[in-house]
């Protein structure tokens, strides 16, 4: 069920990522500027919240009767669900209200649905204290998302022509938001039913929270906003990361954005979109049985093999890029790039958890949390770069709906989605290879040393409190 849940949200998203800027230039009909509005304020919308929204989950939740984080599974879906759609509906022939319309629908459904996601990734601390199950929850979180990138290509395009076909064209987008709209609904609330009486109840929590603080009194270990903040932005290697994360996800959302247009006025077959993407979605899959031998092939080095991963990524866009082959050509090289550069991916958590672990080593502190929660803000920085990027592609090609192929369209979209990704890819590269200086010798020793000092710590904490509760 957890895997479910996390298979429909990601497909949910994905009738964003591959569709959301088509409908509002082929159907929604709004002038370039207007979209790159849309595109950007949303973004921008977005982005802002995700600096609060550990807060609103937290207090929001604690009002909720049904716990802290699993009431959320039960209010969100539908809330998100409702809004969402509105992102693919024109409600005025005025082209200014449109846009208002779908950008406050926007921002809702994605405040809301990013609540959503944050506690049923925190469900499966709460369901559980055994670590063994929390890793298998984490791996159908993962296994979740990688499915839905399988199956989604292959029915999202028959889902839209149904719609389509029954509204004159006008409703194929709406018609696949509804669709996943629905079963993301209907997954969450299953991981809702299941997950009765897994939360505490609130006398027991507040006992916990109470005792919480008594501790974090007296520990040395706890860091104040400030101190958790600082740690994050004097960490040089942390920035780096976070620079590299924003950099491979722009290049992940502006490929998603712009492959609709490449396979209408590069390759002249748009059917074999989702075809098309569920295949490469196989062969980026297959990539985690790559990267360990690459990882192994640099001895080790996270770092090395990261970078190499991004050389790849580049190197098969400007391939196809000179090359401008046909779609066969294209899926080829594409998948085989997939295959190759997928350490890309799987390696930046890995190297922005070391990060975590060397600002704990500085401070003292304990601030891996902190550092890691801002791995979400790569995530919101991608997109708005996507939204720039997008805008520009689209008014450098001067597109209007429906409009003609030619050679300069189809040149100035070969460019959009294939060189500018690779210069991006290459940039990320060389910003890792010039600029990360985390020795991998250093970090099990940080570990180490980390895990001596919280053990430390852990035990003077649990006397103080023994002498307070006898007193």
């Known amino acids: 069920v957890y895997l479910l849940a996390k298979f429909f949200f990601s497909a949910l998203t994905s009738c964003e990522l591959y569709y959301f800027s088509a409908y509002l230039t082929d159907v929604a009909m709004l002038q370039i500027g207007i979209v790159g509005l849309v595109l950007t304020a949303t973004s921008v919308i977005d982005t802002l919240f995700s600096l609060i929204n550990g807060v609103v989950l937290q207090k929001i939740g604690d009002l909720m009767p049904w716990g802290t984080y699993r009431s959320w599974l039960l209010i969100a879906p539908p809330l998100t669900a409702v809004t969402f759609v509105f992102c693919f509906v024109r409600v005025s022939s005025n082209d200014m209200v449109a846009a208002i319309v779908i950008i406050i629908a926007f921002a809702l459904s994605h405040m809301i649905w990013s609540l959503g996601e944050s506690a049923l990734i925190t469900m499966s601390v709460v369901m559980t204290d055994d670590t063994d199950e929390r890793a298998k929850m984490s791996i159908s979180l993962g296994r979740g998302s990688l499915t839905s990138s399988l199956v989604f290509g292959f029915i999202a395009p028959p889902v839209i022509n149904l719609f389509s076909g029954i509204s004159g064209g006008t409703l194929g987008y709406f018609g696949v938001a509804v669709v996943f709209g629905v079963l993301y609904c209907l997954s969450f609330w299953w991981m809702f039913a299941i997950s009765k009486g897994c939360e505490d109840d609130k006398a027991t929590k507040k006992r916990k929270q109470e005792r919480a603080a008594r501790a974090a009194a007296v520990s040395n270990r706890t860091a104040t906003v400030g101190q958790m903040y600082q740690a994050v932005f004097t960490s040089k290697n942390t920035i780096?990361?976070?620079?590299?994360?924003?950099?491979?996800?722009?290049?992940?959302?502006?490929?998603?954005?712009?492959?609709?247009?490449?396979?209408?006025?590069?390759?002249?077959?748009?059917?074999?979109?989702?075809?098309?993407?569920?295949?490469?979605?196989?062969?980026?899959?297959?990539?985690?049985?790559?990267?360990?031998?690459?990882?192994?092939?640099?001895?080790?080095?996270?770092?090395?093999?990261?970078?190499?991963?991004?050389?790849?990524?580049?190197?098969?866009?400007?391939?196809?890029?000179?090359?401008?082959?046909?779609?066969?050509?294209?899926?080829?090289?594409?998948?085989?790039?997939?295959?190759?550069?997928?350490?890309?991916?799987?390696?930046?958590?890995?190297?922005?958890?070391?990060?975590?672990?060397?600002?704990?080593?500085?401070?003292?502190?304990?601030?891996?949390?902190?550092?890691?929660?801002?791995?979400?803000?790569?995530?919101?920085?991608?997109?708005?770069?996507?939204?720039?990027?997008?805008?520009?592609?689209?008014?450098?090609?001067?597109?209007?709906?429906?409009?003609?192929?030619?050679?300069?369209?189809?040149?100035?979209?070969?460019?959009?989605?294939?060189?500018?990704?690779?210069?991006?890819?290459?940039?990320?590269?060389?910003?890792?290879?010039?600029?990360?200086?985390?020795?991998?010798?250093?970090?099990?020793?940080?570990?180490?040393?980390?895990?001596?000092?919280?053990?430390?710590?852990?035990?003077?904490?649990?006397?103080?409190?023994?002498?307070?509760?006898?007193?």
């Open 240 to 471: 780096v990361m976070i620079i590299c994360v924003t950099l491979n996800f722009a290049t992940m959302f502006l490929t998603s954005a712009m492959m609709i247009y490449y396979f209408q006025y590069c390759l002249n077959t748009p059917a074999m979109m989702g075809p098309f993407m569920s295949i490469r979605g196989v062969f980026s899959l297959l990539s985690g049985f790559f990267t360990p031998i690459l990882l192994k092939l640099c001895r080790g080095n996270k770092k090395k093999a990261f970078v190499i991963s991004y050389l790849f990524m580049g190197g098969g866009s400007l391939v196809n890029f000179f090359l401008r082959p046909g779609f066969l050509g294209y899926a080829i090289i594409a998948c085989a790039t997939s295959f190759l550069s997928g350490g890309g991916n799987m390696l930046q958590t890995a190297m922005y958890a070391d990060c975590a672990v060397q600002c704990e080593y500085k401070t003292g502190k304990d601030v891996r949390g902190m550092v890691m929660s801002f791995m979400s803000l790569p995530i919101k920085l991608g997109i708005i770069l996507k939204s720039g990027l997008t805008t520009a592609a689209l008014a450098m090609v001067g597109y209007t709906a429906g409009m003609a192929a030619s050679e300069s369209v189809s040149a100035g979209f070969n460019m959009a989605f294939l060189l500018w990704p690779a210069i991006i890819a290459f940039l990320c590269a060389l910003v890792a290879a010039l600029f990360y200086k985390l020795p991998e010798a250093e970090v099990d020793q940080m570990i180490a040393e980390n895990d001596r000092r919280a053990l430390e710590d852990q035990k003077m904490v649990e006397e103080v409190l023994a002498k307070m509760e006898q007193a």
